[in-house]
């Protein structure tokens, strides 16, 4: 039992005297020099965990601050990677059990135990839990190896893959001559194969960062609607080649969703590509989005396809990595199997979950949910000041708008720069700048809520316009805009209760941001394009 | 230094495109497709002779990779700043290397588009007409 400084310290939980001077005589009686630090609350205890770290804690469950299992839930959360046994007065198996499930390493019944069997368990004890962590070390090591292989394999394959993509298009081009018709057909098919392979290095990657947790999503407030529109839109001529009609459902009013657009985008592409690959000629994809009575937190969306289904035994592996439709006969390349895992990641990252129900010979339906947006709830920490609405509220609008259309990237990048820096021109508890709208067009609208007048106000846009202005990528290639209205608020007049003022002030934001509604006779003096040229 | 220059004869009104790029074959296909879009060519290997071939021809335009021998896409981006006369070239970054990692730094450095490898044609010649615009400083009319 030696821990760095090379004593052996245990922490004994224990708040009965006697049993814990009966632990120390143990002690003494096997010649084992151990240091005994006795503490008789669970309080105390995890306050010594704070300072120092024991080479083991030897724990009784029922204190007079923690019974049970809680005792050892919070010992082990506190110190995962101290030894931890219990001593208990309860021959409790399944206690033990769930104790040892849960990490401890060793469950004694007070009064079974001899001094050398004390002894003997606590050293054992120490040791298999210097085994696990080098083991677990181990793990960590392996899978950062293995995640490193990966992405150079995955940037290695890239570059022959690139030679090979740039050929066959000089070819099919014409730019090295005119080509036969069969020799433009068979390059298509090297092409096909090409973004096939293609498609499986990018998945091999997300697949590796949603291992690693390092997918990232940038949730904007958008309309789903709009986003099934363009997949459906981006899906119908891959479905009209295997002569599969790609639809989306009736179209209701939902409202909006905070999701990222392009992760939502590929999850629903993923999902219709695999209806349509298991889907016969003359059969049919369709997309729907809804709202559930019961859950009013989330907008649910289905994909479903009239294909044969998935028999009931599957189910539980389709979602799994690398699995492969068994009865793939139609030729299709299935590819490696990573899609619907990483779809399911990505839905999980936006709060939302994933599921499948499939009647074999009649089709499947893939569902996820995607978390609804809620402006009141995010308003209310800003607009409210001691249980009542502030007295003035200004909603400033951000444009920014780009000279050119095609530099996509770039312009992307710039504009999250911009959003950055918007954050940080503004009170943290007065103000909120609202989540990016819409699917990213080229034109790029921040809004802010800011709980201030309008003459107040022009101090954050001079600052936003300074602040903005001054990042040379903006100049270089975009224009921006920055204007206010007020939002008419009277809160010493109004009689409805606060959470229906603030539901109020929401909505009137949402319809200014929605219906575009932002009517240039609103604008206020201070209203300024700024050119960067 | 390792150069291959493609004019095809043309009158020298063309916007002149610099293509950096270790691997032969790419750096052909490249200068293939540009040319084919009415551009002419220079193209050099390693991150020396880009910085060398700025000089000596300036380009209109870079298209730059990351992975390069003799200095690196990024050590060539910051050294074409410290010059008056290249910091305006626009420098288009098309690499094989991972967006996630490496467009944010690219960005930052100084380039004005990032492409991952292979990257679609219509958007790189989209992006490349785009750069040699007027209004887009060291364009070709500027």
């Not at chain 1, 024991?54 to 839930?73: K, Q, Y």
Request: net charge negative; glycine share 6%; hydrophobic share 40%.
């Amino acid at each position: 039992m030696n821990n760095d400084n090379g004593h052996n310290h245990v922490l004994l939980i224990e708040d009965n005297p006697g049993d814990a001077d009966l632990v120390r005589l143990r002690f003494v009686e096997s010649k084992s020099a151990v240091q005994v630090n006795c503490v008789p609350r669970l309080s105390d205890a995890l306050a010594c965990l704070d300072v120092e770290t024991p080479s083991l804690v030897l724990l009784d469950l029922n204190l007079p601050d923690s019974h049970g299992a809680e005792t050892f839930r919070r010992i082990l959360q506190k110190a995962p990677n101290v030894p931890v046994v219990i001593l208990s007065g309860q021959d409790d198996e399944a206690l033990a059990t769930k104790a040892v499930h849960m990490g401890v390493q060793d469950y004694l019944v007070k009064g079974d135990i001899t001094s050398k069997q004390l002894e003997r368990a606590l050293r054992y004890a120490v040791e298999r839990q210097a085994l696990l962590r080098t083991l677990e070390t181990t793990r960590k090591q392996q899978l950062e190896f293995k995640n490193q292989f990966l992405s150079h394999v995955s940037h290695e394959l890239r570059t022959p893959l690139t030679c090979i993509h740039q050929y066959v298009t000089l070819l099919l081009d014409g730019l090295a001559g005119a080509m036969a018709p069969e020799q433009t057909d068979y390059l298509k098919t090297v092409l096909k194969s090409m973004n096939q392979l293609h498609a499986m290095i990018r998945d091999l990657l997300e697949a590796t960062r949603a291992d690693s947790g390092k997918l990232r999503i940038e949730p904007r407030c958008i309309n789903i609607g709009e986003l099934i529109q363009q997949a459906v839109a981006m899906m119908r001529p891959t479905g009209a080649e295997k002569r599969v009609s790609v639809e989306a459902g009736p179209d209701q009013t939902i409202p909006l969703v905070y999701a990222d657009p392009d992760r939502t985008l590929e999850v629903l592409i993923n999902l219709i590509d695999n209806g349509i690959k298991f889907t016969p000629p003359e059969g049919s994809v369709v997309v729907k989005a809804s709202m559930v009575e019961t859950d009013p937190t989330a907008v649910y969306l289905a994909v479903s396809d009239s294909g044969r289904g998935i028999p009931p035994e599957s189910l539980p592996q389709v979602f799994e990595r690398l699995y492969q439709d068994p009865n793939a006969v139609d030729g299709n390349r299935t590819g490696l199997g990573l899609g619907l895992y990483i779809a399911k990641e990505i839905v999980a990252l936006q709060g939302g979950r994933m599921w499948v129900a499939s009647q074999p010979g009649s089709g499947s339906t893939f569902s996820f949910t995607v978390p609804l947006y809620s402006l009141p709830k995010l308003l209310l920490p800003v607009i409210t000041h001691q249980g009542c609405l502030r007295e003035a509220i200004v909603l400033v609008r951000v444009e920014l708008t780009p000279l050119s259309k095609s530099l996509r990237g770039s312009w992307k990048e710039i504009c999250q720069r911009c959003l950055d820096l918007l954050r940080q021109c503004i009170y943290v508890d007065k103000d909120l700048v609202l989540p990016a709208m819409g699917t990213s067009g080229p034109v790029e609208t921040f809004f802010v809520v800011a709980s201030t007048d309008m003459e107040s106000v022009s101090i954050m846009m001079d600052r936003i316009r300074e602040q903005l202005g001054a990042l040379p990528k903006l100049k270089a290639s975009g224009t921006l805009l920055v204007t206010a209205e007020a939002i008419p608020v009277a809160p010493a007049a109004d009689p409805r209760p606060l959470e229906q003022q603030v539901w109020g002030v929401a909505d009137y934001v949402t319809e200014i941001i929605q219906q575009g509604l932002w009517s240039k006779a609103n604008f206020t003096e201070k209203e300024n394009r700024e050119n960067a040229h | 230094m390792r150069t291959e220059s493609y004019t095809d004869g043309q009158p020298m009104n063309r916007a002149k495109i610099m293509v950096v790029d270790d691997d032969p074959d790419l750096r052909h296909a490249l200068s293939l497709r540009l040319r084919a879009n009415n551009y002419d060519t220079v193209n050099v290997c390693d991150g020396y002779s880009a910085l060398a071939m700025a000089q000596k021809e300036h380009p209109h335009l870079i298209i730059l990779d990351l992975g390069l021998p003799a200095g690196d896409g990024f050590a060539v981006l910051k050294h074409l700043q410290e010059y008056p006369a290249l910091s305006a070239i626009p420098v288009i970054v098309l690499t094989a290397r991972d967006p996630e990692t490496s467009e944010k730094r690219t960005l930052e450095s100084g380039a004005i588009a990032f492409f991952q490898k292979p990257a679609d044609n219509e958007e790189l010649l989209s992006v490349i007409r785009a750069s040699l615009q007027p209004g887009w400083g060291g364009g070709l009319l500027s």
